[in-house]
């Protein structure tokens, strides 16, 4: 690709960008605040000190694996929007590990939690994936369906057979589980700050992802699955396998991010471990260009959102529930975007405003 | 339990189940047909919830809130218009980015202009008493909610739309073959805008159902996934009114079926129960695939005019 395509594309995606947080001010208007204001303090009050960065950092980690997944799946051409879902049985199984073999030094026991939060994201991702290449359910309808229902069995596991012992003793009967041993905690990168190792885990991950997706066959297989699922087929490639693959990879990835916040940030399984991260790393994915490595500056930028949020919340009183419709947003300009982005006719035309080249003849893409 | 009691309370939990099922499938079966899907159903309703229970609660009108909902419901179908007819960009994860918007929108202004849960008065029952007579479901429905009425009477009124007016042979058309259409003279973008705003616009009207004549308050996530579940019950349909009704029927009957089993005593977790509607969703819609006979060509698939092929 040539150096102003990508120029190009990174600037048509920061003006959707734009276009969606002034239309979000439109949003803030109409909520009752000032919108200057609100944006000025989600945006910049974060960075003013070193809690609001860690805490950014600390929401990147789960936001990265979640959009990477999803990018792995969109690039295999399924849609994965059941991260909500992956991420509690990612935890759920992660805690389960953990608070079943407590006593196991930390180099075992971390790993094996880990194994278990891939493998409880990954059946969950899993059964979309099958259902969707053997029975041709829309995986959109499946994940959300699965979503409800992972939800529901996590509460039900945490009300009942995982709750912590001392809810019950106390009578207190809050849904979440005992706390992990130390064995299974994350160590914290900064002393008093939740930032924790998990970030590291969160990028060595994304750049395996871009590895295994663009260096090997096994990556190229699934970019071209995704990419001309007829040619690919024709060129002998089992495409119904490879979509059942990306599902579980997908739903792996977001149940490793459940591992991160279970290991690192809440060192328990409670109700609202999920934040909405699964819905949030669809927003990641796509603005980080369904691209493993954008995806990292990308879920930067969104933990610098969902922690701003919260700042603004107590400074201006516009709920931090407004976020969600921002992202909300967010989706529907980049997913416009894509029209600037592959379009060649449109493409080459804005082009050729900025750099001068000779005009292709304009080919229909 | 006699099954003059079972039948009448069975249907009694089934309507209003079913009712906002099959606002949100008719509306939908109209832009599917069309080529388009609404996946943003889920938080469209959210918002027609909203605003028909904010203008209940404050002028006291709930008609005028079912009316708000469909504006703001056709509103939103614009909006989708917008991003896939206009744009053209991929449906699926622009129907989430809808479902996001109305979400984060909804449970805003419901978090700074109501705060907690407020009860309205709604829209009451219609009291009919010479429906008493009928055996069974007589009962039920002397006490229906008069939109329960219009609902069913929309069923008949689509599919007359869709299949005996050149409208509904246009929606039709621009759904399988976009481009025979566009020859024909079809405007291919305007029938879809058509569609998506009225696939919008009942949504909205489904939202402002739950919360004005069912729930009689707002919560948030009051739908609990009734949006994507009447998407997945026009598949199961097979793109028609009737196909649409009679799955809402069958689902609604069964989570009704599934209620009164646990209030007559079975031990089960709660939770659990919860999961069956959903489980049924996916199994329902696993066992409607072969349908590709009847499945808008062209679902889906954004038209470009100067595309070859």
Redesign the interface.
Known sequence: MKKSYVIYNIFVVLIALLIALLVGAVLFAVAGGNPIMAYKVMLTEPLRGVFGITEMLVRAAPLMLVGVGVAVSFRSGILNIGGEGQILMGAVSGAFVGLSLPGLPKFLLIPLIFVAAFAGGALWGGIAGWLRAYLGVNEILSTVMLNYIAIQLYTYLLRAPLIDPQELAYGTGIPQTAQLTRNAWLERLIPGMRLHTGLIYAILIAIFIYLLLWKTTLGYRMRACGAEPLAARYAGMKVERYLVLAMVMAGGLAGLAGAVELCGVHRRALESLSAGYGFSGIVVALFGGLHPLGIIPASALFGLLIVGADMMQRAVTIPAHIILAIQGLIILTVVSSALFLTHRGIREKILGYFVRQPAPKSEVS | MEWSELIPGLVAAAVPMAVPLLLVGLGEMFDQRAGMFN?GAE?IMMMGAFVAFFIDLKLQMPWVGLLAALVVGGIFGL?MG??CAT????Q??????????????S???F???VGGPMPIHGIPALNLSFLQGIPYIGHVLATLNPMDYVTFFLIPLSGWLLFKTAWGLKVRAVGTTPRAADTLGIDVIRIRYQCIILAGAMAGLAGAYLSVCQAKIFADNIT??RG??A??LV?FGRWSPWGVAAGAAIFSLAAAAQRLIQFYGFKF?Y??A??IP??L??VV??CS?NRNRVEPAALGKPYFR???G
Do not use: D, H, N
């Open positions: 996946l938080g909006l917008l991003v744009f053209r960009s991929k699926g994860i622009a129907g989430i980015g809808i479902y996001m918007l109305g979400w984060g929108l449970g805003t202004l978090r700074v202009y609990a996934g994507f579940i998407v997945a598949y977790p939770e659990l919860l999961i959903y489980v969703v996916i819609l696993a695939r100067e595309y070859r």
